[in-house]
């Protein structure tokens, strides 16, 4: 297996890379994937592009983030994290933040946001367990109506997640032999479903929400892999999507924060944990 370095981009030819990652990722109709014009100024004022490069020198993957001022404090917008198919699994996805994260220190960025869908399971275990986000918003049709077919048939919601680079709780996760922390919850086990998940006729299907916990931990559950229940059963991907909206609106608003997740034994639910203090 091929070895893989992360670091800035040096020409056109690279940037332009970029924009082919994004057609192969989000599919070649993807209207709003960002130019290399838009690419390269990001670079040059203070955003951040960066990409990942097999020993051939061919770009595999890339983040790219917007960096602007948020109450008098600068903050980035991490916009895309894209690994093209046959890299996934090899943790370049958590290089490719880690090195944003590095480049952002030095600029004196301290928070950072991006955004990802909720029924995106190992999105959701990448942002909130190996990296130490957290998300205390859900937007509805963020993106409004999009043409990739990542995103057909199930919308644009999206959790909007923070990321608190300099937090004792982030540096800690990243320590080169920290792993994956343990979750500081030892009430799992006990802790009420707001939405859980079982098969019906062999297909995976949400429970109705329970809207009226009041614990100060719950747990909602999304498909391990929300991408083959789509393919295979459209109508159960799109009754997971209306189940966990509803469940995530109602639970945000009430003041619990989403603070991590665990996948389900035999991987098929990942079951987010939301906590409200007391």
Same mark, same amino acid.
């Given at each position: 297996?091929? =070895?893989?370095?992360?670091?800035?981009?040096?020409?056109?030819?690279?940037?332009?890379?970029?924009?082919?990652?994004?057609? +192969?990722?989000?599919?070649?109709?993807?209207?709003?994937?960002?130019?290399?014009?838009?690419?390269?100024?990001?670079?040059?004022?203070?955003?951040?592009?960066?990409?990942?490069?097999?020993?051939?020198?061919?770009?595999? @993957?890339? !983040?790219?983030?917007?960096?602007?001022?948020? %109450?008098?404090? =600068?903050?980035?917008?991490?916009?895309?994290?894209? !690994? $093209?198919?046959?890299?996934?699994?090899?943790?370049?996805?958590?290089? *490719?933040?880690?090195?944003?994260?590095?480049?952002?220190?030095?600029?004196?960025?301290?928070?950072?946001?991006?955004?990802?869908? #909720?029924? %995106?399971?190992?999105?959701?275990?990448?942002?909130?367990?190996? *990296? @130490?986000?957290?998300?205390?918003?859900?937007?509805?049709?963020?993106?409004?109506?999009?043409? &990739?077919?990542?995103?057909?048939?199930? @919308?644009?919601?999206? *959790? /909007?997640?923070?990321?608190? /680079?300099?937090?004792?709780? !982030?540096?800690?996760?990243? +320590?080169?032999?920290?792993?994956?922390?343990?979750?500081?919850?030892? +009430? $799992?086990?006990?802790? #009420?479903?707001?939405?859980?998940?079982?098969?019906? &006729?062999?297909?995976?299907?949400?429970?109705? #929400?329970?809207?009226?916990?009041? &614990?100060?931990?719950?747990? *909602?559950?999304?498909?391990?892999?929300?991408?083959?229940?789509?393919?295979?059963?459209?109508?159960?991907?799109?009754?997971?999507?209306?189940?966990?909206? +509803?469940?995530?609106? !109602?639970?945000?608003?009430?003041?619990?924060?989403?603070?991590?997740?665990?996948?389900?034994?035999?991987?098929?639910?990942?079951?987010?944990?939301?906590?409200?203090?007391?």
């Amino acid at each position: 297996m091929k =070895p893989v370095f992360i670091r800035s981009l040096e020409n056109r030819g690279e940037f332009a890379a970029c924009v082919r990652i994004q057609e +192969e990722v989000w599919g070649r109709n993807f209207s709003e994937r960002v130019p290399i014009a838009i690419l390269q100024v990001t670079d040059r004022l203070g955003g951040v592009v960066m990409g990942a490069f097999d020993s051939d020198d061919r770009m595999v @993957g890339f !983040v790219f983030g917007l960096t602007g001022m948020e %109450e008098g404090r =600068p903050v980035h917008w991490s916009d895309m994290l894209a !690994v $093209l198919p046959e890299y996934r699994g090899r943790g370049i996805g958590r290089r *490719l933040k880690l090195a944003q994260r590095e480049r952002l220190i030095e600029l004196g960025v301290e928070r950072v946001y991006w955004t990802f869908d #909720p029924l %995106e399971a190992r999105n959701a275990h990448l942002n909130l367990v190996r *990296l @130490g986000g957290w998300s205390a918003e859900y937007v509805e049709a963020m993106y409004g109506t999009s043409d &990739s077919p990542l995103h057909s048939d199930i @919308g644009t919601d999206r *959790l /909007v997640i923070t990321w608190e /680079v300099q937090s004792p709780e !982030v540096k800690a996760l990243l +320590e080169p032999a920290a792993g994956e922390v343990p979750l500081p919850f030892p +009430e $799992l086990e006990e802790a #009420p479903m707001a939405v859980e998940g079982g098969f019906s &006729s062999g297909v995976l299907e949400p429970t109705a #929400p329970r809207l009226n916990l009041r &614990s100060s931990l719950i747990l *909602l559950a999304v498909p391990g892999s929300i991408q083959e229940l789509k393919k295979d059963h459209p109508r159960a991907a799109t009754r997971w999507r209306e189940a966990t909206r +509803e469940a995530f609106q !109602v639970y945000l608003a009430g003041g619990w924060v989403v603070r991590g997740g665990i996948f389900s034994p035999d991987g098929n639910l990942f079951r987010y944990i939301l906590v409200r203090d007391e």
